[in-house]
């Protein structure tokens, strides 16, 4: 079965500078997709970036790019310029061939003013 | 466009009622939805996956008599909780998706609280 691992449970950023939130998954499939998603208060699931497998160029999106690393299994997300409003509980997660979605546990992101 | 739209938003019940969940595709036809189910500060956990047409499929450990699902159509899925008890208070959220290449679309989840 896969699973999705982050083992950052609380993360605090200074507001304008850099922060990694890391993520590692385990799966025996070749072909999958990698999400990260934004939580923020108000509950609202919100897709940050994605990134398929068969691609090995990093997905990026405006202020946040990830770092895949297929062979380690590893799937960072960083946010660059931090702002207040990217304060929120922040989940990985894998998608395979069965059209789930699995989650990790989740990492709260403190912005500092 | 891909929106969900989940209500109702947050629904208060005696224990020993049932409550019914929307979910619904706006903007597009969902042939599957996913019924997710979140405690405070935890993550999401599938519950299930619907399936337009046919019967839903349920994660171990989840009780499809309790939490009968519905896919009557390609924009509708319904949650009923039946005989509800305190600890089936929860968060729960769907999710829909146009197709994995778009991402995965959530409604904006209900607050179950029953008393």
């Known amino acids: 079965a896969q699973t999705v691992t982050q083992s950052q449970p609380e993360m605090s950023v200074q507001e304008a500078e850099t922060v990694t939130l890391s993520c590692t998954y385990d799966t025996s499939e070749s072909d999958y997709y990698l999400f990260w998603y934004k939580q923020p208060p108000s509950r609202q699931m919100i897709l940050v970036i994605r990134?398929?497998?068969?691609?090995?160029q990093n997905a990026t999106e405006n202020r946040f790019s990830v770092n895949f690393q297929k062979a380690a299994k590893s799937f960072s997300l960083k946010i660059s310029d931090s702002q207040l409003g990217d304060a929120a509980m922040y989940f990985c997660?894998?998608?395979?061939?069965?059209?789930?979605?699995?989650f990790g546990k989740g990492t709260r992101l403190h912005i500092l003013p | 466009g891909a929106v969900v739209s989940q209500h109702p938003s947050w629904v208060i019940c005696k224990s020993g009622t049932s409550v019914k969940i929307e979910c619904r595709s706006l903007d597009f036809q969902a042939t599957t939805m996913f019924w997710y189910r979140q405690f405070p500060k935890q993550s999401l956990m599938l519950m299930a996956t619907s399936n337009e047409g046919s019967k839903a499929t349920y994660e171990q450990g989840v009780e499809k008599d309790k939490f009968l699902i519905n896919h009557a159509s390609l924009t509708l899925s319904t949650l009923t909780v039946t005989s509800a008890h305190p600890e089936d208070s929860s968060f729960y959220i769907c999710?829909?998706?146009?197709?994995?290449?778009?991402?995965?679309?959530f409604g904006s989840g209900t607050r179950l609280t029953v008393v």
């Open positions: 997660a894998y998608r395979g061939s069965d059209d789930k979605i699995i």
């Open positions: 990134q398929e497998a068969y691609k090995q």
């Open positions: 999710s829909a998706t146009l197709g994995v290449s778009y991402g995965y679309t």
